[in-house]
């Protein structure tokens, strides 16, 4: 069974740091696209940061862009999300997300954690 689990968050004041993780089990991780997304109370989700699998390149949410850093353990099978300089619009319950784009939709999977709670205090 596919499974996400992130843990990391808590309860900081703004200008803290907080690193976020992911630990994936049963994909191959390696394969796989690996995102955090973010969902703000009472906002629809929006992305904060994707590494693809294929070259490692990054993409970041303008929000985030400059204090946020994404990156991986593949051995591990572990996605990071540093951040930094967390300010109370950070609030939100953050996901882990993965996804594999395959030849056809059959042999394209992604998957979704169960998300973890980041609370900023002003």
């Known amino acids: 069974q596919v499974n996400l689990v992130e843990s990391g968050g808590g309860f900081v004041h703004a200008g803290a740091s907080l690193r976020l993780s992911c630990a994936a089990s049963g994909l191959t991780f390696s394969t796989y696209d690996a995102s955090w997304y973010r969902r703000i109370l009472g906002k629809e989700r929006e992305f904060v940061a994707r590494?693809?699998?294929?070259?490692?390149?990054?993409e970041y949410g303008d929000s985030v862009k400059g204090r946020f850093t994404i990156s991986r353990d593949n051995a591990k099978s572990t996605l990071f999300l540093q951040m930094d300089d967390l300010k109370p619009e950070d609030t939100a319950i953050y996901y882990c997300?993965?996804?594999?784009?395959?030849?056809?939709?059959?042999?394209?999977?992604?998957?979704w954690g169960q998300g973890t709670q980041v609370t900023v205090s002003p």
């Open positions: 590494m693809r699998w294929r070259n490692s390149n990054t």
């Open positions: 997300h993965v996804i594999r784009h395959g030849l056809s939709p059959k042999y394209t999977y992604e998957f």
